[in-house]
């Protein structure tokens, strides 16, 4: 609810003090006295815009609204205050200053915020219907979220919000498949070509080094043959070294075993050069038959570098490098067939998202249109008695294309009016009047009243232009509203008047404007003021209270929901 308002230098008031009840509370005064001044500065201490009725007073170097809330644990305005990190007990403190240039600040609890923030903040605490000034209940983003609110399905709109990330979801992860699908499947051919060329060419790890050896080994076969057979009969020939060595063995092995003795460690060394001797044969012969090639030899091993050598400067590795490459261009090709099966399973999975979300929001769906249905009767049992009885109120259902729908729903949800007699339906702030738009106002937060509960809820003239028993109807509504919310507003109907809780008058005196709480006695007199003007009579007197005893008497039950 809304505690208490201070004002101080904002257009005629010099300084006020207001502290308000829970229910229903009213302003009172002469045309002209300042009534909508404290609501004007109300509105700035809750982020509304400066200037125009809320300007500095004459004189004044500064203005300041100050409002006081002390909201329910519910309410939304905790949530923004804990994303500020401004730490809020029990009241909730707005404080708008306004100097004569027009600069202006904006304070919570204290601390200095910004006015978006600060009108945020004001938008959960406070609730504003008038003449000219409907920003919550006519604004049509809000509509879908009251029609929820009066149909109290809150599992669903979270099955609904649920089942909607999970198809989301989904798609996201199919999109991004997609892509690299997309991505994949232009490289594909450049893949698959590459993969057969290196496979047909099979390079093999160090093959280049060894080709190269190869090839120098044949482009000198004949010398190099020549050189091998020579060396091998100087080592293997008659007189050749092996020769040689294993007569002077054969010799040693014939001395007396004195001598042999004595001449082992050169018999010993005479042995190791034999097998050393061995050894380069074996070499030799071997060589030699590496030079024993096949006719095009030389030819075939360097048409095979070539082939390295090229394939390397294509892909920009080395040949030795090229194996690698072939395993990478494996890998990709396997890529590419085991990204088409997770592709499928990626539009299985979205499709199965997809058909939980239009079951659960199907389901959204009937639930708000049975709650439209509910909610357009409801309106209407409030509008005969509030003599807008040839008007007509719906609530319509547009049904939202796939890529459209989201979290919310498949719908979106537009309050709308038609005022005369055939006429289609239209907004409400483009189709009623201002006096029709201020009683629609009442009976819509009549009708919502269990549902959209804010801080508080201010009225500015709701009864314009209306008496009698239109007047009295307008008073018991704003009583039975103010039994769920706190209501703020002014009037000038003394049916109204006699309902309130706490009574204000506002008095203007020269330049100045004055608030005074009524007590019981100055009540009755205000409100026989109300009744019978300038002049007031006793029997105005009589009928005042009898209008204010009435008023306190045991109050309807509230309506239920239709």
Not at 144 to 154: P, Q
Not at 159 to 185: G, I, N, P
Not at 314 to 332: C, H, N, Q, S
Not at 397 to 409: I, P
Request: hydrophobic letters at 45%.
């Amino acid at each position: 609810m809304l505690a208490a308002l201070t004002v101080r230098d904002i257009v005629l008031i010099e300084t006020a003090a207001l502290e308000f009840a829970p229910g229903l509370n009213v302003l009172t005064g002469e045309t002209g006295a300042g009534k909508s001044i404290l609501l004007d500065a109300l509105g700035l201490a809750a982020g509304g815009r400066g200037g125009g009725r809320a300007a500095v007073r004459s004189g004044a170097a500064q203005g300041s609204a100050t409002a006081v809330f002390e909201p329910s644990a519910r309410n939304p305005a905790h949530a923004l205050l804990a994303e500020q990190a401004i730490a809020a007990e029990g009241e909730i403190v707005l404080r708008r200053t306004l100097s004569a240039d027009g600069r202006t600040r904006a304070f919570v609890n204290d601390e200095p915020v910004g006015v978006a923030f600060l009108r945020d903040l004001g938008a959960a605490l406070l609730e504003v219907h008038g003449q000219a000034d409907d920003r919550g209940l006519f604004d049509a983003s809000t509509h879908r979220g009251m029609l929820d609110a009066f149909a109290g399905h809150d599992a669903l709109l979270r099955e609904t919000a649920q089942a909607f990330a999970a198809f989301d979801r989904a798609r996201a992860v199919l999109a991004e498949l997609r892509v690299a699908a997309a991505a994949a499947a232009a490289d594909a051919e450049y893949v698959l070509h590459a993969l057969k060329e290196l496979t047909a060419l099979g390079p093999e790890e160090g093959e280049e080094a060894k080709l190269s050896q190869d090839r120098a080994l044949l482009m000198n076969a004949s010398r190099i043959a020549s050189d091998v057979s020579a060396a091998s009969d100087l080592l293997n020939g008659e007189r050749g070294a092996g020769a040689q060595i294993s007569a002077a063995l054969k010799r040693l092995s014939r001395m007396s075993e004195e001598a042999r003795k004595a001449s082992a460690p050169a018999e010993q060394a005479l042995d190791q050069a034999y097998n050393a001797l061995e050894d380069a044969r074996r070499e030799l012969d071997s060589l030699s038959a590496r030079l024993d090639f096949e006719p095009g030899q030389l030819e075939k091993t360097e048409d095979r570098i070539h082939d390295l050598r090229t394939a390397a400067r294509k892909y920009g590795v080395t040949p030795d490098a090229l194996p690698r490459v072939l395993r990478e261009f494996e890998f990709k090709r396997d890529a590419l067939d085991s990204g088409g099966g997770r592709a499928k399973e990626a539009e299985a999975a979205t499709s199965a998202a997809r058909s939980i979300f239009l079951e659960t929001a199907g389901k959204l769906s009937t639930s708000r249109a049975g709650a439209a249905r509910n909610l357009e009767s409801a309106v209407a049992g409030e509008l005969v008695p509030l003599k807008l009885g040839h008007a007509r109120f719906q609530v319509a259902l547009e049904t939202l294309g796939e890529d459209a729908a989201g979290a919310g729903g498949l719908e979106r949800v537009a309050f709308e009016v038609a005022t005369v007699e055939g006429a289609t339906f239209g907004p409400l702030t483009k189709i009623a009047s201002g006096g029709e738009l201020a009683r629609f106002s009442l009976a819509l937060k009549v009708a919502l009243a269990e549902a959209s509960t804010p801080a508080a809820l201010v009225f500015d003239e709701v009864d314009r232009g209306v008496g009698g028993a239109v007047a009295d109807a307008v008073g018991e509504r704003l009583q039975r509203l103010a039994q769920s919310t706190q209501v703020l507003l002014v009037t000038h109907s003394p049916q109204v008047a006699a309902r309130a809780e706490r009574h204000f008058r506002i008095t203007r005196s020269g330049d100045k404007t004055r608030v005074a709480l009524l007590d019981d006695e100055a009540r009755a007199e205000e409100v026989a003021r109300m009744l019978s003007g300038a002049i007031v009579t006793e029997e105005a007197r009589a009928a005042a209270r009898r209008l204010i005893a009435e008023a306190r008497s045991p109050t309807p039950k509230k309506r239920k929901r239709a």
